[in-house]
């Protein structure tokens, strides 16, 4: 026995006194995972879960609101309506009503924006 095993106490070479526990197979069928919980005897061990149920309630899908795409020739910021970067932009056609009343904004149209993104 060396000093450190002294200083970390008594240290068997054998390995009879290890606690082991059966392998598991993974489940593939979903039915749960491996929880720790309450056992019948009253112990506190691990126990399958119950399976999750999934969701069968759909959300209603929401319309989209029409979009229109805009030019701007400079960076603006406009409160309650939106910002513009320079260039073109894709904004919801309320704001584009507001937006076109500037006079450094004006409507792309839709050869002109897939020109610019190479389509």
Same mark, same amino acid.
């Given at each position: 026995?060396?000093?450190?095993? /002294?200083?970390?106490?008594?240290?068997?070479?054998?390995? /009879?006194?290890?606690?082991?526990?059966?392998? @598991? $197979?993974? =489940?593939?069928?979903?039915?749960?995972?491996?929880?720790?919980?309450?056992?019948?005897?009253?112990? *506190?061990?691990? +126990?399958?879960?119950? #399976?999750?149920? +999934?969701? %069968? @309630?759909?959300? #209603?899908?929401?319309?989209?609101? #029409? @979009?229109?795409?805009?030019?701007? @020739?400079?960076?603006?910021?406009?409160?309650?309506?939106? $910002?513009?970067? +320079?260039?073109?932009? *894709?904004? #919801?056609?309320?704001?584009?009503?507001?937006?076109?009343? =500037?006079?450094?904004? =004006?409507? /792309? %149209?839709?050869?002109?924006?897939? =020109?610019?993104?190479?389509?």
């Amino acid at each position: 026995m060396s000093e450190n095993d /002294a200083w970390n106490g008594s240290v068997s070479d054998s390995h /009879a006194d290890l606690i082991t526990a059966k392998a @598991t $197979k993974k =489940r593939s069928d979903g039915d749960g995972t491996d929880v720790v919980g309450s056992l019948e005897t009253g112990a *506190i061990g691990v +126990k399958k879960s119950a #399976p999750k149920k +999934k969701a %069968t @309630t759909t959300q #209603p899908k929401k319309e989209k609101e #029409p @979009t229109v795409a805009l030019h701007s @020739t400079k960076n603006v910021v406009w409160e309650n309506v939106g $910002k513009l970067a +320079k260039g073109y932009n *894709i904004v #919801p056609a309320a704001a584009a009503e507001k937006w076109l009343t =500037r006079s450094h904004v =004006r409507e /792309a %149209t839709p050869e002109e924006i897939a =020109r610019e993104y190479g389509k």
